[in-house]
């Protein structure tokens, strides 16, 4: 026996776990089996590595990974597990607390970073995205009814679901901000007659909506950051999915306060985001900044309670928030399922470093949502009317069936009866 066989029984043995489904596979072609049937091989392709492995150096592994220098195969699955459970009896911390803990921290940011960071993660290529997104391009948490649907099926419903809790009728100007590949504006002004306006950061994505989107009638998109909008046109209706996570915490006030100066009184804002389960934040665990590095740089969550605050303290009225944590997980795994069934493809138009760090980020965060480490919530908020809280309706019927909204607007004596009376709009 070798004195690296020797040496990985030890490690075997230390980690107290007799069914972990690993090979290890070195460069000159000696494997080494955690268990009779392992399902993972993890291929180290240079000497410096077996230190990283031995000592659970997960931000030098997964770095490796993504320079090819560690060869991962099996189901994803699979793979998920056999990291987690690794990186455990390695005497860690949870590698998916490590794995996104980096996305509560705070930074210093600027115009200049900020824009930075968008390109990084969105200007990758249209045709990759659309490899394993639905056929709307939308890049966020879906809604599922039943939890069988298809992508495309759950992200059509996501859709309908936010136009109806925007309360949506013909006429009305609404503003998306960081409209993404602009299918939910798309589907609001095409089943809702409004007015449309989007805006994005994200070159990529607005040269996709000149070519793809622009042209119909009432729908505009801009290459803008949402702070050039901070004194112009006022909006009826104001929505943001999956933006507010690259604005920063400490700005958090400033943005909500830009949308209630935005919309008119009387107005709805509906943002959809993602928020930490912790409400003291994520441990600073050491690895965690692999998200920031390689997917979401400068991204940064708050926790929901942070949101309602902020949100409340721009001078808007909350009135409806809905947590949808299974649903990102079960929209990533369908992502996930996506990018692996086109592989090929999506390494031939991202590069190969960027297929490996997608590969491993979507399966990753949807066992993050699952774990209950991360959550996304939609929260919907009017803008005062008339030095009055503006008028809403009685209940979440209108949110599911095709009825509109009777609107409860206040209380009235009636002076002949002296009893309270209920005044509909």
Not at 311 to 333: C, K, W
Request: aromatic letters at 8%; charged letters at 25%; glycine letters at 10%.
């Amino acid at each position: 026996m070798s004195l690296r066989q020797r040496a990985l029984n030890r490690i075997r043995r230390s980690l107290a776990d007799e069914n972990l489904p690993l090979r290890l596979a070195f460069w000159d072609g000696e494997t080494f089996d955690f268990s009779p049937a392992p399902t993972v091989t993890l291929t180290l392709r240079s000497p410096s590595l077996i230190r990283d492995f031995a000592t659970g150096r997960m931000t030098r592994l997964a770095d490796a990974y993504v320079r090819g220098d560690l060869g991962v195969d099996g189901p994803i699955e699979d793979i998920l597990a056999a990291g987690i459970r690794l990186a455990e009896r390695i005497g860690r911390a949870s590698s998916l607390v490590k794995f996104v803990s980096g996305l509560g921290r705070l930074r210093p940011r600027g115009r200049k970073t900020d824009a930075e960071n968008i390109r990084r993660h969105y200007d990758v290529s249209n045709d990759f995205y659309a490899l394993w997104l639905d056929r709307t391009m939308t890049y966020s948490c879906a809604y599922f009814q039943r939890g069988d649907e298809g992508i495309d099926e759950a992200q059509a419903q996501k859709l309908e679901h936010i136009c109806r809790k925007l309360r949506l009728e013909p006429g009305l100007r609404l503003l998306d901000i960081g409209c993404g590949w602009g299918g939910l504006l798309s589907y609001a002004v095409g089943s809702y007659k409004v007015a449309g306006v989007g805006i994005t950061n994200s070159a990529a994505q607005y040269e996709y909506l000149r070519s793809r989107r622009a042209g119909a009638p009432g729908l505009e998109f801009r290459l803008q950051d949402y702070r050039d909008l901070a004194g112009g046109a006022s909006f009826d209706r104001i929505v943001s999915v999956g933006m507010y996570e690259h604005v920063g915490l400490k700005r958090l006030q400033e943005y909500f306060s830009l949308i209630a100066g935005l919309l008119r009184p009387g107005g709805v804002l509906l943002n959809h985001g993602i928020v930490i389960a912790d409400p003291k934040g994520p441990r600073a665990i050491p690895g965690g900044d692999f998200i920031d590095r390689h997917v979401f740089p400068g991204g940064e969550l708050p926790h929901l309670s942070q949101v309602l605050k902020e949100i409340a303290s721009s001078g808007l009225e909350v009135v409806d928030v809905e947590d949808l944590r299974p649903h990102y997980a079960r929209t990533l795994a369908l992502w996930s399922e996506r990018l692996e069934a086109r592989r090929e493809e999506a390494a031939a138009l991202a590069g190969p470093e960027r297929y490996r760090i997608w590969r491993v980020y979507l399966p990753g965060m949807a066992l993050a949502f699952d774990s209950g480490w991360l959550s996304v919530a939609q929260v919907v908020a009017y803008k005062p009317s008339g030095g009055r809280p503006a008028a809403r309706p009685w209940t979440r019927a209108h949110q599911y069936l095709n009825e509109p909204p009777v609107l409860a607007t206040g209380l009235a004596w009636n002076n002949h009866t002296k009893s309270l009376q209920l005044e509909r709009q």
